[in-house]
Protein backbone atom coordinates (compact mmCIF):
# COMPACT_ATOMS: atom_id res chain seq x y z
CA UNK A 1 0.00 0.00 0.00
CA UNK A 2 3.19 2.17 0.70
CA UNK A 3 4.50 1.59 -2.10
CA UNK A 4 1.01 2.85 -4.43
CA UNK A 5 0.49 5.92 -2.60
CA UNK A 6 4.46 6.25 -2.86
CA UNK A 7 4.14 6.04 -6.63
CA UNK A 8 0.96 7.82 -7.15
CA UNK A 9 2.16 10.91 -4.93
CA UNK A 10 5.36 11.10 -7.27
CA UNK A 11 3.45 10.69 -10.67
CA UNK A 12 0.85 13.28 -9.04
CA UNK A 13 4.46 15.59 -8.31
CA UNK A 14 5.80 14.71 -11.74
CA UNK A 15 3.15 16.07 -13.36
CA UNK A 16 2.86 19.30 -11.43
CA UNK A 17 6.74 19.37 -12.10
CA UNK A 18 6.33 19.42 -15.98
CA UNK A 19 3.53 21.98 -15.74
CA UNK A 20 6.05 24.20 -13.92
CA UNK A 21 8.26 23.59 -16.66
CA UNK A 22 6.13 24.19 -19.14
CA UNK A 23 4.79 27.16 -18.22
CA UNK A 24 8.60 28.75 -17.30
CA UNK A 25 8.82 28.09 -21.29
CA UNK A 26 5.74 29.22 -22.67
CA UNK A 27 6.77 32.15 -23.63
CA UNK A 28 10.78 31.33 -25.28
CA UNK A 29 8.55 28.32 -27.15
CA UNK A 30 6.17 30.98 -28.55
CA UNK A 31 8.72 33.79 -29.56
CA UNK A 32 10.65 31.00 -31.50
CA UNK A 33 7.64 29.52 -33.41
CA UNK A 34 6.10 33.05 -34.17
CA UNK A 35 9.50 34.03 -35.48
CA UNK A 36 10.40 30.91 -37.69
CA UNK A 37 7.23 31.11 -39.27
CA UNK A 38 7.06 34.59 -40.18
CA UNK A 39 10.65 33.39 -41.78
CA UNK A 40 9.46 30.69 -43.64
CA UNK A 41 6.33 32.47 -45.38
CA UNK A 42 9.15 35.73 -46.49
CA UNK A 43 12.04 33.61 -47.82
CA UNK A 44 11.30 32.91 -51.74
CA UNK A 45 11.35 29.06 -51.92
CA UNK A 46 13.28 29.90 -55.48
CA UNK A 47 15.83 31.92 -53.35
CA UNK A 48 16.79 28.65 -51.72
CA UNK A 49 17.03 26.46 -54.20
CA UNK A 50 19.20 29.10 -56.11
CA UNK A 51 21.41 29.38 -53.17
CA UNK A 52 21.73 26.04 -51.97
CA UNK A 53 25.02 25.46 -54.10
CA UNK A 54 27.84 22.98 -53.97
CA UNK A 55 30.48 25.90 -52.64
CA UNK A 56 31.53 27.85 -49.17
CA UNK A 57 28.88 30.12 -49.94
CA UNK A 58 25.95 27.30 -50.81
CA UNK A 59 26.65 25.89 -47.19
CA UNK A 60 27.02 29.39 -45.62
CA UNK A 61 23.37 29.70 -46.39
CA UNK A 62 22.53 26.33 -46.26
CA UNK A 63 23.18 26.67 -42.65
CA UNK A 64 21.15 30.37 -42.32
CA UNK A 65 18.30 28.20 -43.63
CA UNK A 66 18.59 25.98 -40.98
CA UNK A 67 18.70 28.45 -38.09
CA UNK A 68 15.72 30.58 -39.62
CA UNK A 69 13.65 27.76 -40.80
CA UNK A 70 11.33 24.80 -38.60
CA UNK A 71 13.24 22.85 -35.63
CA UNK A 72 11.24 20.11 -36.06
CA UNK A 73 14.02 17.36 -36.45
CA UNK A 74 11.53 15.33 -38.07
CA UNK A 75 10.13 17.92 -40.18
CA UNK A 76 14.06 18.48 -41.34
CA UNK A 77 14.94 15.21 -41.98
CA UNK A 78 11.86 14.62 -44.18
CA UNK A 79 12.46 18.30 -45.81
CA UNK A 80 16.18 17.05 -46.10
CA UNK A 81 15.50 13.99 -48.00
CA UNK A 82 13.32 16.02 -50.65
CA UNK A 83 16.65 17.75 -50.99
CA UNK A 84 18.59 14.75 -51.62
CA UNK A 85 15.93 13.77 -55.03
CA UNK A 86 16.23 17.55 -56.23
CA UNK A 87 20.19 16.77 -56.29
CA UNK A 88 21.52 18.74 -53.64
CA UNK A 89 24.73 18.26 -52.28
CA UNK A 90 24.87 16.11 -49.47
CA UNK A 91 26.98 18.46 -47.69
CA UNK A 92 24.26 21.17 -47.72
CA UNK A 93 21.85 18.59 -46.93
CA UNK A 94 23.43 17.67 -43.59
CA UNK A 95 24.58 21.53 -42.89
CA UNK A 96 21.08 22.07 -43.23
CA UNK A 97 20.27 19.26 -41.14
CA UNK A 98 22.43 19.68 -38.17
CA UNK A 99 21.81 23.71 -38.44
CA UNK A 100 17.97 23.19 -38.31
CA UNK A 101 18.06 21.16 -34.92
CA UNK A 102 21.35 23.11 -33.10
CA UNK A 103 21.54 26.30 -34.10
CA UNK A 104 18.15 27.09 -35.06
CA UNK A 105 16.69 30.08 -33.56
CA UNK A 106 13.64 28.68 -31.71
CA UNK A 107 15.65 26.53 -29.78
CA UNK A 108 18.63 28.98 -28.85
CA UNK A 109 16.14 31.30 -27.38
CA UNK A 110 14.51 28.13 -25.13
CA UNK A 111 17.74 26.94 -24.08
CA UNK A 112 18.57 30.57 -22.67
CA UNK A 113 15.47 30.82 -21.45
CA UNK A 114 14.83 27.64 -19.65
CA UNK A 115 18.96 26.89 -18.45
CA UNK A 116 21.08 29.74 -19.14
CA UNK A 117 22.92 31.83 -22.11
CA UNK A 118 25.74 28.89 -21.48
CA UNK A 119 23.81 26.23 -23.12
CA UNK A 120 22.51 28.36 -25.95
CA UNK A 121 26.42 29.21 -26.61
CA UNK A 122 27.10 25.52 -26.78
CA UNK A 123 24.34 24.88 -28.80
CA UNK A 124 25.22 27.28 -32.02
CA UNK A 125 28.96 27.08 -31.61
CA UNK A 126 28.91 23.28 -31.53
CA UNK A 127 26.75 23.05 -34.11
CA UNK A 128 29.31 25.17 -36.21
CA UNK A 129 31.86 22.44 -35.19
CA UNK A 130 29.94 19.64 -36.05
CA UNK A 131 29.24 21.04 -39.44
CA UNK A 132 33.05 21.21 -40.08
CA UNK A 133 33.70 18.11 -39.30
CA UNK A 134 30.78 16.22 -41.57
CA UNK A 135 31.60 18.44 -44.49
CA UNK A 136 35.55 18.23 -44.63
CA UNK A 137 34.62 13.94 -43.71
CA UNK A 138 32.50 13.87 -46.81
CA UNK A 139 35.15 16.39 -48.61
CA UNK A 140 37.26 13.90 -48.28
CA UNK A 141 35.40 10.19 -48.06
CA UNK A 142 33.50 11.33 -50.62
CA UNK A 143 35.54 12.73 -53.09
CA UNK A 144 35.29 10.47 -56.04
CA UNK A 145 31.71 10.43 -55.70
CA UNK A 146 31.24 12.85 -58.74
CA UNK A 147 27.41 11.73 -59.01
CA UNK A 148 26.80 13.28 -55.34
CA UNK A 149 27.77 16.87 -56.41
CA UNK A 150 26.91 19.18 -59.33
CA UNK A 151 28.95 20.05 -61.91
CA UNK A 152 29.49 23.77 -62.38
CA UNK A 153 27.06 24.50 -59.67
CA UNK A 154 24.31 23.37 -61.59
CA UNK A 155 21.58 22.01 -59.95
CA UNK A 156 19.59 19.37 -62.05
CA UNK A 157 16.08 18.51 -60.83
CA UNK A 158 15.17 15.36 -62.67
CA UNK A 159 11.80 14.58 -61.92
CA UNK A 160 8.69 16.70 -63.61
CA UNK A 161 7.64 19.41 -61.70
CA UNK A 162 3.99 18.88 -63.31
CA UNK A 163 3.05 15.69 -62.87
CA UNK A 164 6.41 14.23 -60.72
CA UNK A 165 7.18 11.44 -63.69
CA UNK A 166 10.95 10.85 -63.98
CA UNK A 167 12.01 13.46 -66.42
CA UNK A 168 13.65 13.64 -69.83
CA UNK A 169 17.54 14.70 -70.31
CA UNK A 170 16.08 16.22 -73.83
CA UNK A 171 13.30 17.99 -72.29
CA UNK A 172 14.56 20.78 -70.19
CA UNK A 173 14.54 24.19 -69.31
CA UNK A 174 17.01 26.52 -66.95
CA UNK A 175 15.08 28.72 -64.68
CA UNK A 176 17.07 30.90 -61.80
CA UNK A 177 20.04 28.73 -62.43
CA UNK A 178 18.29 25.29 -62.11
CA UNK A 179 17.45 23.29 -64.38
CA UNK A 180 14.19 21.14 -64.98
CA UNK A 181 13.73 17.83 -66.50
CA UNK A 182 10.07 17.33 -68.24
CA UNK A 183 8.32 14.09 -69.34
CA UNK A 184 6.80 15.46 -72.30
CA UNK A 185 6.84 18.96 -74.20
CA UNK A 186 3.56 19.47 -72.99
CA UNK A 187 4.51 19.85 -69.02
CA UNK A 188 7.72 21.55 -70.00
CA UNK A 189 5.50 24.33 -71.91
CA UNK A 190 2.77 24.26 -68.80
CA UNK A 191 5.95 24.86 -66.67
CA UNK A 192 7.34 27.77 -68.81
CA UNK A 193 4.12 29.65 -69.09
CA UNK A 194 4.44 29.82 -65.01
CA UNK A 195 7.04 28.58 -62.98
CA UNK A 196 5.87 30.33 -59.87
CA UNK A 197 2.80 27.61 -60.17
CA UNK A 198 4.87 24.51 -60.20
CA UNK A 199 7.79 25.45 -57.63
CA UNK A 200 5.96 27.45 -54.79
CA UNK A 201 7.70 31.12 -55.25
CA UNK A 202 4.72 32.71 -53.68
CA UNK A 203 5.74 34.65 -50.38
CA UNK A 204 3.01 35.74 -48.00
CA UNK A 205 2.61 39.54 -47.35
CA UNK A 206 2.82 40.14 -44.11
CA UNK A 207 0.66 43.71 -44.50
CA UNK A 208 -2.65 41.75 -45.46
CA UNK A 209 -4.93 39.48 -43.35
CA UNK A 210 -4.48 36.38 -46.18
CA UNK A 211 -0.39 36.83 -45.42
CA UNK A 212 -0.48 36.42 -41.27
CA UNK A 213 -3.13 33.45 -42.42
CA UNK A 214 -0.46 32.02 -44.10
CA UNK A 215 2.00 32.40 -41.13
CA UNK A 216 -0.64 31.03 -39.20
CA UNK A 217 -1.04 27.48 -40.98
CA UNK A 218 2.80 27.94 -40.25
CA UNK A 219 2.36 28.70 -36.88
CA UNK A 220 -0.14 25.77 -36.24
CA UNK A 221 1.53 23.12 -38.20
CA UNK A 222 5.26 23.42 -36.54
CA UNK A 223 3.34 23.24 -33.50
CA UNK A 224 2.05 20.10 -34.09
CA UNK A 225 4.94 18.70 -35.40
CA UNK A 226 6.48 18.90 -32.47
CA UNK A 227 3.45 18.39 -30.21
CA UNK A 228 4.91 14.90 -29.05
CA UNK A 229 8.86 15.70 -28.85
CA UNK A 230 7.38 18.27 -26.69
CA UNK A 231 5.46 16.52 -24.70
CA UNK A 232 7.93 13.99 -24.00
CA UNK A 233 10.54 16.00 -23.06
CA UNK A 234 8.50 18.04 -20.80
CA UNK A 235 7.00 14.90 -19.06
CA UNK A 236 10.56 13.12 -18.72
CA UNK A 237 12.16 15.69 -17.64
CA UNK A 238 9.34 16.09 -14.64
CA UNK A 239 9.02 12.73 -13.86
CA UNK A 240 12.61 12.11 -13.72
CA UNK A 241 12.75 15.08 -11.53
CA UNK A 242 10.32 13.24 -9.26
CA UNK A 243 11.31 9.72 -9.25
CA UNK A 244 15.11 9.71 -9.94
CA UNK A 245 17.52 10.98 -7.14
CA UNK A 246 19.23 14.29 -8.39
CA UNK A 247 22.49 12.31 -7.44
CA UNK A 248 21.63 9.54 -9.71
CA UNK A 249 23.37 10.33 -13.05
CA UNK A 250 25.81 12.55 -11.12
CA UNK A 251 27.23 9.56 -9.29
CA UNK A 252 27.40 7.32 -12.62
CA UNK A 253 29.01 9.65 -14.32
CA UNK A 254 31.79 11.25 -12.49
CA UNK A 255 32.61 7.74 -11.95
CA UNK A 256 33.38 7.29 -15.83
CA UNK A 257 35.25 10.95 -15.55
CA UNK A 258 37.67 9.18 -13.20
CA UNK A 259 39.10 6.84 -15.86
CA UNK A 260 41.81 8.36 -16.97
CA UNK A 261 41.72 8.70 -20.77
CA UNK A 262 39.24 6.34 -22.02
CA UNK A 263 36.47 7.26 -19.25
CA UNK A 264 36.10 11.14 -20.68
CA UNK A 265 36.12 9.86 -24.06
CA UNK A 266 33.07 7.04 -22.60
CA UNK A 267 31.75 10.38 -20.55
CA UNK A 268 31.46 12.24 -24.20
CA UNK A 269 29.25 8.92 -25.64
CA UNK A 270 27.06 8.70 -22.53
CA UNK A 271 25.54 11.89 -23.46
CA UNK A 272 25.07 10.95 -26.99
CA UNK A 273 23.52 7.54 -25.53
CA UNK A 274 20.99 9.32 -23.20
CA UNK A 275 20.08 11.23 -26.28
CA UNK A 276 19.76 7.79 -28.53
CA UNK A 277 17.40 5.82 -25.87
CA UNK A 278 15.68 8.81 -24.58
CA UNK A 279 14.19 9.12 -28.16
CA UNK A 280 13.65 13.18 -27.62
CA UNK A 281 14.82 15.25 -30.38
CA UNK A 282 15.26 18.96 -31.08
CA UNK A 283 13.18 21.43 -28.94
CA UNK A 284 12.11 18.49 -26.77
CA UNK A 285 15.53 18.00 -25.41
CA UNK A 286 15.50 21.46 -23.69
CA UNK A 287 13.69 20.22 -20.78
CA UNK A 288 15.63 17.38 -20.31
CA UNK A 289 19.16 19.14 -20.34
CA UNK A 290 17.83 21.00 -17.68
CA UNK A 291 16.81 18.40 -15.54
CA UNK A 292 20.47 16.66 -15.99
CA UNK A 293 21.75 20.25 -15.22
CA UNK A 294 19.87 20.81 -12.07
CA UNK A 295 21.58 16.90 -11.46
CA UNK A 296 24.42 18.43 -11.95
CA UNK A 297 26.15 15.58 -13.86
CA UNK A 298 29.45 16.21 -16.17
CA UNK A 299 29.01 19.28 -18.34
CA UNK A 300 30.94 17.14 -21.31
CA UNK A 301 28.17 14.89 -20.47
CA UNK A 302 25.50 17.42 -20.95
CA UNK A 303 26.66 19.02 -23.97
CA UNK A 304 26.54 16.04 -26.10
CA UNK A 305 23.52 15.29 -24.67
CA UNK A 306 22.45 18.55 -26.43
CA UNK A 307 23.89 17.32 -29.80
CA UNK A 308 22.06 13.67 -30.09
CA UNK A 309 18.74 14.43 -31.46
CA UNK A 310 19.76 13.28 -34.75
CA UNK A 311 21.02 10.19 -33.20
CA UNK A 312 17.38 8.73 -32.13
CA UNK A 313 16.09 5.77 -33.85
CA UNK A 314 12.84 7.35 -35.40
CA UNK A 315 15.46 9.47 -37.46
CA UNK A 316 18.03 7.12 -38.01
CA UNK A 317 15.20 5.49 -40.07
CA UNK A 318 14.20 8.24 -41.95
CA UNK A 319 17.91 8.48 -42.66
CA UNK A 320 17.43 4.53 -44.34
CA UNK A 321 14.71 5.09 -46.38
CA UNK A 322 16.45 8.56 -47.85
CA UNK A 323 20.09 7.87 -48.42
CA UNK A 324 22.52 5.34 -49.73
CA UNK A 325 24.06 3.18 -46.56
CA UNK A 326 27.22 4.71 -47.10
CA UNK A 327 26.13 8.15 -46.54
CA UNK A 328 24.19 7.37 -43.58
CA UNK A 329 27.15 5.34 -41.98
CA UNK A 330 29.83 8.51 -43.12
CA UNK A 331 27.29 10.95 -41.47
CA UNK A 332 26.59 9.20 -38.26
CA UNK A 333 30.79 8.80 -37.73
CA UNK A 334 31.45 12.34 -38.70
CA UNK A 335 28.14 13.83 -36.91
CA UNK A 336 29.46 11.89 -33.20
CA UNK A 337 32.75 12.42 -33.95
CA UNK A 338 31.98 16.05 -34.41
CA UNK A 339 29.80 16.17 -31.36
CA UNK A 340 32.25 14.20 -28.85
CA UNK A 341 34.95 17.26 -29.98
CA UNK A 342 32.19 20.23 -29.63
CA UNK A 343 31.54 18.31 -25.77
CA UNK A 344 35.53 18.87 -24.97
CA UNK A 345 35.50 22.39 -26.75
CA UNK A 346 32.40 23.74 -25.37
CA UNK A 347 33.44 22.43 -21.95
CA UNK A 348 36.68 23.87 -21.78
CA UNK A 349 35.15 27.79 -22.52
CA UNK A 350 32.11 26.99 -20.26
CA UNK A 351 33.83 28.11 -17.11
CA UNK A 352 34.29 31.67 -19.29
CA UNK A 353 30.63 32.31 -20.07
CA UNK A 354 28.08 34.26 -18.67
CA UNK A 355 25.72 32.41 -16.71
CA UNK A 356 22.63 34.54 -17.10
CA UNK A 357 19.19 33.29 -18.46
CA UNK A 358 16.27 35.16 -20.53
CA UNK A 359 13.75 34.75 -17.73
CA UNK A 360 12.02 37.12 -14.86
CA UNK A 361 11.52 34.26 -12.45
CA UNK A 362 7.63 34.28 -12.13
CA UNK A 363 7.60 38.15 -11.55
CA UNK A 364 4.67 40.39 -13.10
CA UNK A 365 6.53 40.98 -16.13
CA UNK A 366 6.89 37.36 -16.58
CA UNK A 367 3.24 36.33 -16.29
CA UNK A 368 2.32 39.42 -18.71
CA UNK A 369 4.77 37.94 -21.17
CA UNK A 370 3.21 34.56 -21.67
CA UNK A 371 -0.30 35.92 -21.39
CA UNK A 372 0.94 38.02 -24.35
CA UNK A 373 1.95 34.37 -25.90
CA UNK A 374 -1.09 32.90 -25.18
CA UNK A 375 -3.26 35.67 -26.90
CA UNK A 376 -1.00 35.91 -29.57
CA UNK A 377 -1.32 32.26 -30.15
CA UNK A 378 -5.13 32.42 -30.23
CA UNK A 379 -5.55 35.54 -32.04
CA UNK A 380 -3.15 33.19 -34.97
CA UNK A 381 -5.57 30.06 -34.55
CA UNK A 382 -8.60 32.41 -35.22
CA UNK A 383 -6.96 33.89 -38.29
CA UNK A 384 -6.47 30.48 -39.47
CA UNK A 385 -10.35 29.21 -39.02
CA UNK A 386 -11.90 32.40 -40.16
CA UNK A 387 -10.00 33.58 -42.85
CA UNK A 388 -10.97 32.22 -46.34
CA UNK A 389 -8.48 32.58 -48.70
Request: net charge positive.
Amino acid sequence: MNIVIYIINHFVQGIGFSAYLFYEALFGLFIGFFLSSILQNVIPKTFIRKHMKNNFLGIIFSVILGIVSSSCSYGAAELSKGMYKEGVDVRNIFSFLISSTNMNIAILILFAYLISFKFAFAEFFGGIIIIVFVILGFSIFERSKKSQYKEKDITIIDTCKICGMKGNDNINYAYNDIKYLFCSPVHKDMFIQNPIKYIGDDISDIKTINGWKDISQTFISDVLMLKWELLSGFLIAGFAESFIPSSFFANALFFLNNIPVIGYILLLLSGLFIAFITFVCSMGNVPVARYLNISKIPIAANITYIYGDLLILPLISIYRKSYPKRIIFLFLLFFMIGAMVAGFIMQSVFPYLPSFRLTFSFNFVFDILNIIAVVITLFLISINKLVKV
